[in-house]
């Protein structure tokens, strides 16, 4: 990798203003999952309901926002088969929907409102 730090856009409070960029360790993937180098994203409606603090009013702080997102994977856990370092990815959404049938509970484990966003 280019840099070993982590850049994250980060909210400390509700609203554009509390939007922070912080600076951490890089991540290393867990055995199911993907490193993604992220390019560019896109700042939906629901994203801008949560970070104005209309959606999830109890959101816990720091919380990185976002969830749509393109990128490169640049590392793999070790279960990971499907995918490998230098691909284009997409960012999925629904967490735990990568595909077939939908699970029984949607927007249980969601990017950029249950789980981390994609600003980082």
Do not use: C
């Amino acid at each position: 990798m280019k840099s070993d730090i982590n850049r994250s856009w980060r909210m400390t409070g509700f609203g554009l203003p509390r939007l922070e960029l912080a600076e951490g360790r890089i991540p290393e993937p867990g055995p199911h999952e993907l490193l993604v180098r992220i390019k560019a994203i896109s700042l939906n409606y629901k994203d801008r309901m949560i970070v104005d603090g209309v959606l999830i009013p109890d959101l816990a702080f720091p919380f990185v926002p976002t969830s749509d997102a393109v990128g490169e994977v640049v590392a793999v856990g070790g279960g990971v088969t499907r995918f490998r370092t230098g691909q284009r990815v997409l960012g999925q959404v629904i967490a735990d929907w990568p595909d077939g049938d939908a699970p029984p509970v949607l927007h249980q484990h969601t990017l950029g409102s249950s789980l981390p966003g994609t600003l980082s």
